[in-house]
């Protein structure tokens, strides 16, 4: 018995004194291939990029040449190519003003918002864009003009950016929801409004539409709804391409769920906003004519008003802002307007493509492989997307040298005890950011699997991650 006790005890100080001696390198290899052999990667591809922080060197490295499906990680690509050519103190600039003239207290011509690509405009991040803010804003203007009626128009100027909206390689089941609005020249609210929701007392039945927050009457609502088992939570989705008016809500929404209801993407925001503005008006007893934008003038074959007048600039935060709730909260509406910025910025039409060349001629020119850089959008949503971890890991690293970095850093949350961007679409999970261990050694790391069964993946993308702690 003793003889036992005793191997027992020897087994158990083999097991703790496991990996004492092991490299970084060697302990990291182990990880990957637990997560390798795992039953959820049995057809998956997985990726493992780590960089010394100090030299950019390969610490350890797998698949890291094969381009994947980056998911939200590509925000930290568009992010530091942002910072890169726009520079951190970048503002955007949205303008009212008007056509015609003012007469005795009427406007004789067109009260337009000329948008200027900003993606925070009546956000409610910040405290001097939130949609009541801006509103008061243009009133206060507009009485200080000696405007008390507007035979004219109310327009939303989005013309800026041409009459492309969407980047292609979105899927129908994202574009109509809040994740999925679309980039425009001329943003309202983040793009995106509520829904309230309510299911029924039994599964199969109708959901119950309680309320459209703020009221859009001039969007149709086809509520297709019904209410799912208990515990299966929200699987609602609104199908609402962009400039539509009619929205189908398709899906299921779970007895005993907490949440209210969906946030859905704002198919016109350019229409919105001006609608916004003359429903305002309205109700101070200032009179104005139809809503409409420049993209509908141009449809209709009509010509734009020419301004004679600005009655007010509306500045952006920083762009360093913007990245903060870009990175934190990844808002995929950021990432597109800013892929748009950059080729505005260049002089070339403000396409998502004209905007990706950009970028990847900037990363090029700092040693890059162009073709590991296989962009579709500017925030990942598009699983067409096919990014290497080496190129990524490559960009993080370079980011470290520059005078934004500090800012950039602090915009990327914390997961598993790391500064690391998570990313996550359709059995595509990915990690993406900096480590710094108990030593002080500094990492660059990033970590993707594509095409993954089941759930809880990400528990195990740690576990590997932990190798480095």
């Not at 910040?126 to 009626?149: D, H, P, R, S």
């Not at 679309?182 to 793009?191: T, V």
Request: proline share 3%; aromatic share 10%.
């Amino acid at each position: 018995m003793k003889i036992k006790h005793l191997a027992f005890a020897l087994s158990l100080s083999m097991i703790s004194l496991h990996g004492i001696g092991q490299t970084v390198e060697q302990k990291l290899d182990r990880a990957f291939q637990v997560l390798s052999n795992d039953p959820q990667a049995k057809y998956a591809l997985t990726s493992l990029c780590v960089l010394d922080a100090n030299t950019g060197k390969i610490v350890f490295g797998r698949n890291e040449n094969t381009g994947l499906a980056t998911a939200s990680t590509l925000k930290t690509i568009t992010a530091a190519t942002a910072y890169s050519l726009l520079g951190k103190d970048f503002r955007y600039q949205t303008t009212l003003a008007y056509s015609g003239k003012v007469n005795n207290g009427v406007l004789q011509g067109d009260l337009i918002i000329i948008g200027g690509g900003d993606p925070t405009l009546g956000s409610s991040r910040y405290a001097q864009q939130k949609e009541n803010m801006v509103l008061n804003q243009w009133v206060k203007v507009i009485k200080e003009a000696g405007i008390n009626k507007i035979d004219g128009r109310v327009i939303g100027d989005d013309g800026a950016w041409g009459s492309s909206a969407t980047p292609e390689g979105w899927t129908w089941q994202d574009m109509g929801n809040y994740y999925g609005a679309a980039p425009s020249a001329l943003s309202w609210r983040e793009n995106q409004f509520d829904i309230k929701l309510r299911a029924n007392t039994r599964q199969n039945q109708a959901v119950s539409l309680t309320g459209v927050v703020p009221a859009m009457p001039y969007l149709q609502v086809v509520n297709e709804l019904t209410t799912g088992a208990q515990g299966t939570g929200d699987n609602a989705y609104a199908f609402l391409p962009p400039l539509s008016r009619i929205a189908y809500l398709r899906g299921t929404w779970g007895l005993g769920i907490q949440k209210s209801g969906i946030s859905v993407a704002l198919p016109d925001p350019a229409y919105d906003a001006a609608y916004r503005l003359q429903d305002t008006l309205k109700r101070l007893g200032i009179t104005a004519g139809e809503v409409t934008t420049s993209r509908q003038l141009l449809a209709d074959k009509l010509p734009l008003p020419v301004v004679s007048q600005q009655l007010n600039t509306i500045t952006s935060p920083s762009l360093s802002e913007i990245i903060y709730w870009f990175n934190k909260k990844s808002i995929n509406l950021y990432g597109e307007n800013l892929i748009r910025t950059l080729a505005w910025k260049a002089g070339k039409p403000a396409t998502t493509a004209n905007g990706i060349e950009e970028l990847i001629t900037y990363w090029t020119k700092k040693g890059l492989d162009k073709n590991a850089l296989n962009m579709i959008d500017g925030s990942g949503l598009s699983p067409a997307n096919r990014v290497t971890s080496y190129a990524m890991a490559s960009i993080l690293f370079h980011a470290q040298q520059e005078d934004w970095f500090a800012d950039f850093y602090k915009s990327l949350p914390i997961n598993n005890g790391m500064q690391l961007k998570s990313g996550s679409i359709k059995d595509v999970s990915a990690y993406a950011g900096y480590y710094t261990n108990a030593a002080g050694k500094k990492y660059v790391v990033v970590i993707n699997i594509n095409n993954y069964t089941g759930s809880g993946i990400n528990k195990k993308l740690f576990k590997t991650l932990d190798a480095l702690k």
